[in-house]
Nanobody, 121 residues
């Protein structure tokens, strides 16, 4: 089983910054990518940022130039630095890991419980 624990969410004023972290633990054989998604009330879950095991980064259009995703492979941890936050960034932020728990198995997706980010105007 793979467990993802997010931390670092909270309340911040518009224009401020936050960094959220996601630490993966458990039976992890390999990681293909880790990423962050968010879901606001009444909206679909959307990609915020994703980083692959080769370091390739992909960002959602609304966060380009403001958010930066990084990773510490040795710790199976990914970070999301969020700058110039806007009220529209308010959502529950979920960490996702795409990887394998066994060399005989293909990749699967694992999700964290989510951390709330609220940006006040």
């Amino acid at each position: 089983q793979v467990t993802l624990v997010e931390s670092g969410g909270g309340l911040v004023q518009a224009g401020g910054s936050l960094r959220v972290s996601c630490a993966a633990s458990g039976k992890i054989f390999s990681i293909d990518a880790m990423g962050w998604y968010r879901q606001a009330p009444g909206k679909k879950r959307e990609l915020v940022a994703r980083i692959t095991n080769t370091g390739y980064r992909l960002y959602g259009d609304s966060v380009i130039g403001r958010f930066v995703i990084s990773r510490d492979s040795a710790k199976n941890t990914t970070y999301l630095q969020m700058n110039n936050l806007r009220p529209g960034d308010s959502a529950v932020y979920y960490c996702k890991l795409r990887g394998s728990t066994d060399p005989k198995l293909g990749n699967d997706d694992f999700w964290g419980q989510g951390t709330q980010v609220t940006v006040s105007s």
